[in-house]
């Protein structure tokens, strides 16, 4: 990851704190840096700055872990009907 000189909303370690609204949560321009442990605005600089993982990323590994899921389900419905299938062929054999 990049190091060096950024500005904390873009940062790994920032978490943004919000307002609970009627309908929503609001964004605040604050929040906790959790490298120093302080609460800090999002348009700051620090050293301590590495950069966030990009979302898209995120979403990929979430996608892939979803229908590697569906995948195993669909697996276990196919080996359920294969010994359905067997099992009718058992009875109509005898």
Known sequence: MEKGSGICYCCLYF?????????NFIATKVGRCWKTQECVGTKEICENYER???RSNRA????????????????????????????NDGQKNV
């Open 15 to 23: 978490e943004r704190y919000y307002i609970k609204g009627a309908t």
């Open 52 to 54: 966030k993982p990009k």
């Open 60 to 87: 990929n590994g979430m996608i892939k872990k979803r229908i590697n899921d569906l995948m195993t389900e669909l697996a276990a419905i196919r080996q359920i009907l294969e010994e359905n299938e067997r099992e």
